[in-house]
């Protein structure tokens, strides 16, 4: 077990997702929340013990550290986990150009799903008139 | 479709985890990550319509609209779809006591996964010496 995780690896819930643990990433600077990846036991591990967010991806099927490749990593600041234990939130600082997701922007939530008259003055996603 | 959602349903992409979108419930006011849920198609409907947080129960298979029983109802103001269209982030209004979790913490992620030395001075979940 690495060092770095006061945590019983075994007190996870890896089951209710066959293998995954939902992880959301939330950026420590003003909470604006990024994205949302998947994390095997190993990613989880080495996301722990790197202090770097790794994700497993279901499409390549294999371990990736976001932002390898960019710059744009997210360093860990704090990680937490919920009351059933089958869902971790993650505090991260981005590196590089601090854009999160590949099309370009900060975070990956981007498109509102709410018509402007119903959405608050916080919604800042552009939206159609109607469709 | 109901009215309030500016989104054509068929481009959420349900099929990665077998009908469920992930949904993450963030407070509005503060930007604190409450809970993470899931929503099949009829749970999201329910949710644009009503304004009003509903998931789909994995455990129980079925509906349930968080804190109807309770009153901590979750009152949607904004709601985003992520890059993928996989996940949601559901900005809410916490009604009642505002209490989220079923253990009386307003957010369900309470439990730190690194050892004190590694964590920010933000991380104030209780945390143990060694294990």
Chains 1, 2 share one sequence.
Not at 47 to 73: A, D, H, P
Not at 92 to 104: I, K, P, S, T
């Amino acid at each position: 077990m690495n060092t770095k995780c006061d945590f019983d690896f075994e007190a996870f819930d890896f089951q209710k997702m066959n293998g995954l643990l939902p992880a959301v990433v939330q950026a420590s600077s003003d909470g604006e929340v990024l994205m949302v990846g998947f994390m095997n036991r190993e990613a989880l591990q080495q996301t722990l013990e790197r202090g770097y967010v790794t994700f497993f991806s279901r499409t390549r099927n294999q371990l990736w550290m976001k932002g390898e490749s960019s710059g744009n990593r997210l360093r860990v600041v704090t990680a937490h986990t919920d009351c059933d234990r089958d869902t971790l939130l993650l505090r991260v600082e981005v590196e590089g150009a601090g854009l999160v997701c590949h099309r370009g922007t900060r975070s990956c939530f981007t498109e509102s799903v709410l018509r402007p008259e119903t959405a608050s003055p916080r919604n800042d996603a552009p939206e159609k008139e109607s469709r």
